[in-house]
């Protein structure tokens, strides 16, 4: 009888465990996204409905797959083609409206100056929201994705590599590594060359900022495995964003997860040994050439960086500096590509401003006005960021709306910078000359620019970041005309950043040393 009765009540209380977990998951899946989705309704704030568990990825994605596979005109209004889900529910919501990314919500807020109170005036209410663990994986966790002390004992120990002074002592390092490149394409004087410049740049920017992070202690072969690696980690986190998994997937042996942690352990133990090898180099903070690189600095810093946290910070750099930059790169050409008038214009300044210099000197960089206004205008129509997100870090006022603690807010920089209330009719045109007073006047409003972000979090290497693509583009300026390829598709498609779906192949002509372009 005892026996009977012990088996009974085991019984109830699996019965009852198994009750409690899916009333927790009943909560957490549906009842609490119902209640937030009310709560957002009765203020106005509307949406796309929540759908058990995978909320409005399946429709997100589909959008964004069928805005990919078709062609786009040779023009500038890519927010429909990049950015398909939030230009059409922009359309039927408004700017500020309500999305699910599994259970978790997720408002857009395209108003300037609530966008200037989540990332300046009152940053201090929300947080770097912890990204998908494939995503931190490949980035690291550093800088980009740290919050609270840590980050900023980590931002202001490695500021000063980012401070003009010691940019300018890179220059010649960037313009030797540009010029060895470019050399290979001089060859073909006979006639026209066809790069590939997507790839072109990427390898580019690949020499340069492993010199920033690692100084001129790195060989050659270790940064290539490191960034051939980071590729392959980029391709699975860009699958794994288009599904909703639970947070117990990221411990799971699954051939996703094993890959990325087979190939996580090589980069970490490539960017180690880089580590030891600066450490036994006993020449200190400086490098060769004066200047201070990333990890010299963490050595020398007295805030307790540990090696892991190096590492860390070693995988963010190279991820952010590689391909920020290299898609500036790519889409200023392509835009220069497009609009021939500009590529004479911008030539004719380099030549001048260079006069008989075979190369641009940072003096002569600093003269560079018209490729400035090139630059801006091309990260303002192509920014490699089109988004950063936030989560409110408690129940916060934002404007006259009440988010709950733990929401998260995407901010729309593509769509802020297409945005024909602040930029006016010619939004989605080619202009330069709207920033020829500078950043801070073109648009209607002060927060209608802002391809490196806003407030504490602001880009670290914006300033490298633009002196590394002056003096390249001033370099290939001034000893080629380019056009687009016959093959070239205009299809900026989004892979964690903005990309040319199908490439970049345009042609290069050399120029004798003064002359016109035909
Ligand atoms: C055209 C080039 C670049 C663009 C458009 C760009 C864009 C951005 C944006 C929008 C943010 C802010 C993200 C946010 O608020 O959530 C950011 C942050 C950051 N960027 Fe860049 N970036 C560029 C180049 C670089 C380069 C060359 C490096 C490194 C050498 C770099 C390293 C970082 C880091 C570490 C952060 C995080 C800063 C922090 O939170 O303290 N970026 N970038």
Redesign the pocket.
Known sequence: MEVFLQCWLKLIMICLMVLVLVLKIAVLLWWRPKKIERHFSRQGIKGPPYHFYTGNVKEVMAMMLKACSQPMPLCHNILPRVFAFYHHWNKIYGGMFLVWFGPTARVTVSDPDMIREI?SSKSELYE?KEGHHLIKRLEGD???S?NGEK?GN??KT?TPI?HMENLKLLVPMVVQSVSEMIEKWGRSRSGEIEIEVCEWFQRL?EDV?MR?VFGSWYEDDDGKAIFRLQAQQMVLAAQALRIVSLPAYRYLPTKRNISCWKMDRKIKRSLMKLIERRKIDTRGVMQENGAKDLVGLMMQSSSNITVDDMVEECK??LF??KH??S??LTWTTVLLAMHPQWQVQAREEVIRVCASRDVPTKDDVAKLKTLTMILNES?RLY???IA???QAKVDVKLGDYIIPRGTELL?P?LALHHDQAIWGSNANEFYPPRFSEGVARPAKHPIGF?????????????N???L??KLTLSIILQRFSFKLAPTYQHAPTISMLLYPQHGAPIIFKPLSHRDEPP
């Open positions: 990332l770097k550093g800088l980009l740290l980050w980590h931002r490695i980012f920017t900022i920033t963010t750099f952010a500096g920020t930059t898609n500036l990260l920014p490699p960021t950063t997100i936030r901010i920089i802002i391809p490196f972000g806003l407030g504490v979090r602001t880009c670290i290497g914006q490298l970041a633009v590394q693509a």
